[in-house]
């Protein structure tokens, strides 16, 4: 009997050590609380992580673009967050504005956060939010909506191999170094306009399902477009790319409109795709006509 249960034991151990055990998210934020880094690995955190119930807060703070009328609070997150093979099956708030009471509140990140492999099935609410240090979304599948507007990010930033099944929001938000979106899907509304991406940018081999907005975009260093596939409309309306951009073996399968959008070198167009209709009605490269330089390199 005793080898038997042995044996038992021996075949299950391999599919207990992947199942997934449930953690409830008020533990996360006690921990926070604490001081302590809330590691956590092949969990299921159950309920809202709601950063709204994190003891270090302020009230009355300045924070940019947000009315004067409204009182708002920020929430000191002073400890590291590292989610791996995690799933989360509640609202991620970092972000809440309280319409009845006129209140907004917002989580401010001061050590590393990291969520690798990841599922966020419900809404991930961050606004106005800022990440002091490394921030990492690698292999992670946000369900619901992904709302990173307003966001200010101060390192290098990873979200390459994501999945953003609802509509994704990073207007405004501010991304300081090397930025990384590789071989990551939107499949609905990706919205960078007037995001700022002050170092170099990397969406290659991303597929955008929905309208792709990068109007008024602000890039200030090299952008990598190649082998990304735009299968509904793509606005680059107005956006600049001062210092060369990469679009080689892209696909634009919709409207493909740049409108006033200026090019510098280097550029790379080498086997871009347009099936459907295009703008480049005032757009320029180095100062000159656009379409001129298309038609002699393709």
């Known amino acids: 009997m005793k080898n038997l249960l042995l044996i038992i034991v021996l075949i299950t151990s391999p599919f207990l050590a992947y199942m997934q ?29 709601d950063f709204r119930l994190i003891k270090d807060k302020e009230k009355n703070t300045e ?10 609070y920020k929430y000191h997150v002073n400890a590291p967050l590292k989610f791996t093979n995690c799933s989360f099956d509640g ?22 956060v990291e969520f690798i492999n990841c599922t966020f099935k419900n809404d991930f609410l961050i606004k ?38 609802d509509e994704s929001n990073f207007k405004y938000a501010k991304f ?19 995001t700022e991406f002050e170092d170099k940018i990397n969406f290659s081999n ?3 399902y929905g309208k792709a907005d990068f109007k008024y975009a602000n ?14 409309e ?31 070198d280097p550029v790379n167009l080498k086997n871009v795709t347009f099936d459907g209709e295009t703008s480049f009605k005032y757009t320029q490269i180095e100062g000159k006509n656009f379409i001129t330089y298309l038609l002699k390199n393709n």
């Open 219 to 232: 890039f200030d260093d090299f952008v990598n477009f190649s082998g990304a596939k735009f299968h509904s």
């Open 91 to 112: 609202k991620f708030i970092a972000y809440f504005n309280d319409d009845l009471k006129n209140e907004l509140h917002i989580a401010m990140f001061h050590e590393s």
């Open 63 to 72: 924070v940019e673009i947000i009315s004067k009328d409204n009182v708002s």
């Open 21 to 49: 055990v449930s953690v409830d998210a008020n533990e996360v934020i006690e921990k926070l609380n604490k001081g302590e880094a809330a590691i956590y690995a092949n969990v299921t955190i159950s309920g809202d992580l």
């Open 128 to 165: 106005y939010s800022k990440f002091d240090k490394n921030a990492a979304f690698t292999k992670t599948t946000f369900e619901e909506e992904a709302l990173f507007k307003y966001t200010k990010f101060v390192s290098e930033i990873d979200f390459t191999n994501s999945t953003f099944e």
């Open 176 to 194: 300081p170094l090397n930025t990384n979106f590789s071989n990551s899907k939107f499949r609905e509304e990706a919205n960078f306009k007037y």
């Open 234 to 264: 793509a606005v680059f309306k107005y956006t600049k790319f001062p210092n060369g951009v990469n679009f080689e073996n892209t696909y634009f399968d919709d409207f493909a409109d740049f409108k006033y959008s200026k090019f510098y």
């Open 206 to 208: 991303c597929e955008f």
